[in-house]
Nanobody, 123 residues
């Protein structure tokens, strides 16, 4: 059974950093594009970053460009989201999602989702 599990969330002060992990089980990660999305309280889920199956292509939302970076280790079945210079506006539940074809920032095109990890940015 294909599963994704996020970890690494927590409470961090503004300006701090966190690294989120998304671990895949039940399938070979090599053939799947992965994206990170987030949902803040009372808001719709929004795209953050995505990475192609081979890791050669990444895309990030304007709101996180220059602060967040996405990477992957297919041998470890893990995708990472490095988040630096965090601001209170980054507070949200962060989800990773997988799809078997090309990377995209379109939420509706992802078939498999993790349950999310909570990030709180607060003094």
């Amino acid at each position: 059974q294909l599963q994704l599990a996020e970890s690494g969330g927590g409470l961090v002060q503004p300006g701090g950093s966190l690294r989120l992990s998304c671990v895949a089980s039940g399938f070979t990660l090599d053939y799947f594009a992965i994206a990170w999305f987030r949902q803040a309280p009372g808001k719709e889920r929004e795209e953050v970053s995505c990475i192609s199956a081979d890791g050669g292509s990444t895309t990030s939302a304007d709101s996180v460009k220059g602060r967040f970076s996405v990477s992957r280790d297919n041998a470890e079945k893990t995708v990472y989201l490095q988040m630096n210079s965090l601001i209170p506006g980054d507070t949200a539940v962060y989800y990773c999602a997988a799809r078997r074809v090309g990377a995209t920032m379109t939420i509706s095109l992802y078939n498999y989702w993790g349950k999310g990890t909570l990030v709180i940015v607060s003094p």
